[in-house]
Nanobody, 117 residues
Framework: QVQLVESGGGLVQPGGSLRLSCAAS????????LGWYRQAPGKERELVAT???????NYADFVKGRATISLDNANNTVYLQMNNLKPEDTAVYYC???????????WGQGAQVTVSS
């Protein structure tokens, strides 16, 4: 069973930055894509950013230019650096990893990010 453990959430002021980390219990090369999603109260979970194991990144329009997703292969960790945070970025952020064989999708427990003054 794969475990994904997020860390790095917290309270940050508008305009601030933070970096979320997601540590996987096995090599991230075993997944074909990893990503970050978020869910705000009363809203559906939405994609924030994804990255393939070869390093190709994709971002939701609402974070383009403000976020960077990256891989640390040596530590089996995926990061999400977010800058110029806005109150509407407040949500629980979830790490996700997808594998092809067998087709599976794994989720972390979530990390709360609150942007408020």
């Amino acid at each position: 069973q794969v475990q994904l453990v997020e860390s790095g959430g917290g309270l940050v002021q508008p305009g601030g930055s933070l970096r979320l980390s997601c540590a996987a219990s096995r090599s991230i090369f075993s997944f074909f894509v990893l990503g970050w999603y978020r869910q705000a109260p009363g809203k559906e979970r939405e994609l924030v950013a994804t990255i393939t194991k070869t390093g190709v990144a994709n971002y939701a329009d609402f974070v383009k230019g403000r976020a960077t997703i990256s891989l640390d292969n040596a530590n089996n960790t995926v990061y999400l650096q977010m800058n110029n945070l806005k109150p509407e970025d407040t949500a629980v952020y979830y790490c996700n990893a997808k594998q092809l064989m067998p087709p599976s999708s794994y989720w972390g427990q979530g990390a709360q990010v609150t942007v408020s003054s």
